[in-house]
Each structure stands twice: as structure tokens, then as C-alpha cells.
T-cell receptor, first 121, second 111 residues
């Protein structure tokens, strides 16, 4: 299996530009998560999709951030307009089931992608 | 303020030494996971613990979930350079459908 695929791996853009990050979850997985990781704030959950439906987007920093999952094999995270404080590593992760009924159970595995390192100048 | 505090933040030890990493909170979690992350990569799951007081062993790694499900520890016996990385604990809160990550412990094992 190819694992979770993210693109691009690195993105450098200027403040005010639109940025789109892409994620392909593992085939057959029902749930997808977007995270952001910075030195200051650590790893934070941004949004959680289950069967392509957003379950919790309370972690999305503000209206400049939006996420979509048009089908089971593709998701995007868009930042418009981007700001320097958005610079971070963005991870996508998927699980084969759902955590809506009690969260992770013994044996559950969340698979992370390699991340996209975003730099906003 | 971090909901899950990890200690220590940094740890540099010699190969062969033992170490313990702690993950503490005032909140109750229905389950807790431990991950290891290497530079330039995503976190990789090590274990999930779901029962208060549960102890799990993974080769030289021993994980324990506190009785009250508010804290956890990771003990490594005879650390090796390959154990070097960022260790993250993460707790699931049923009330918010969120996996909350700890602040992380950066471990360096010197040969």
C-alpha cells in the first residue's frame, strides 16, 4: 500500500496568496484528519472527516482556512489569503474506521502522511 | 495552555540507559495513544491504551495508562540510538471528538 499521500511536500508562497494542500488517504479508509504542527503549538487537529462529511472543524483557525473532501480518495485544505503565521507543517492522516463511538480502540491505527511544509513569506 | 503536558521536554541519554516519559492532564480521556515522530516524517503510532491501569509492552517499551485515565507513562529499557525521536502522547476526548496531542518529548540517545 502506498500509504497516505500528500502534495506538495514543500510550498513557499508570499503573504496574501492562496495555498492548496492535497491529501489522498489510504484506500478503504473511512475517516480523514488534517493537522498542523508548529514548534510553539505542537500538533493540533484542524478538521476531522468521516465518510467525506466534516464532523468537527472547530480546530480550523479562522475563515481563511477551508477543507473539502469531495470523495473518499481526495481531500484539500485551502488557505486564502495566506499569512506568515500560517507557516507550519500540515499533516493529513486516515483511519480505516470511525472514532465517533468512543475514539481509538486497542489495535486502531492512525496513519499519517509525510506532511507538507508550508512557508509563507 | 496545553491540555496534555509531557515531561521532560528534552532528554539526552547514553545508549543502554533507561528512561521514563510522562504525559499528564487534569482531564479524563477515553483512550490514549503514544506516537514517535522522526524528522521530516509524520508520527507513527506505537500503542493505544484504553483501560485505566492498563500496561502494554512493545519490546523494550512499556506503556501505562493511569487508573483515573488522566495520565500515562512510557518507559524505555536499555535505550538505543534508533529510539531517538519526538515522542507524542495523544488523548481522545469523547465530549469533543478530538484527539488532543501532548507537547512532546524530544529524545536523543547517544551511541
Amino acid at each position: 500500500d502506498a500509504g497516505v499521500i500528500q502534495s506538495p511536500r514543500h510550498e513557499v508562497t508570499e503573504m496574501g496568496q492562496e495555498v492548496t494542500l492535497r491529501c489522498k488517504p489510504i484506500s478503504g479508509h473511512n475517516s480523514l484528519f488534517w493537522y498542523r504542527q508548529t514548534m510553539m503549538r505542537g500538533l493540533e487537529l484542524l478538521i476531522y472527516f468521516n465518510n467525506n462529511v466534516p464532523i468537527d472543524d472547530s480546530g480550523m483557525p479562522e475563515d481563511r482556512f477551508s477543507a473539502k473532501m469531495p470523495n473518499a480518495s481526495f481531500s484539500t485544505l485551502k488557505i486564502q489569503p495566506s499569512e506568515p503565521r500560517d507557516s507550519a507543517v500540515y499533516f493529513c492522516a486516515s483511519i480505516p474506521s470511525s472514532w465517533l463511538a468512543g475514539g481509538p480502540r486497542s489495535g486502531d491505527t492512525q496513519y499519517f502522511g509525510p506532511g507538507t511544509r508550508l512557508t509563507v513569506l | 495552555t496545553q491540555l496534555l503536558e509531557q515531561s521532560p521536554q528534552f532528554l539526552s541519554i547514553q545508549e543502554g540507559e533507561n528512561l521514563t516519559v510522562y504525559c499528564n492532564s487534569s482531564s479524563v480521556f477515553s483512550s490514549l495513544q503514544w506516537y514517535r515522530q522522526e524528522p521530516g516524517e509524520g508520527p507513527v503510532l506505537l500503542v493505544t491504551v484504553v483501560t485505566g491501569g492498563e500496561v502494554k509492552k512493545l519490546k523494550r517499551l512499556t506503556f501505562q495508562f493511569g487508573d483515573a485515565r488522566k495520565d500515562s507513562s512510557l518507559h524505555i529499557t536499555a535505550a538505543q540510538p534508533g529510539d531517538t525521536g519526538l515522542y507524542l502522547c495523544a488523548g481522545w476526548m469523547d465530549s469533543s471528538y478530538k484527539l488532543i496531542f501532548g507537547s512532546g518529548t524530544r529524545l536523543l540517545v547517544r551511541p
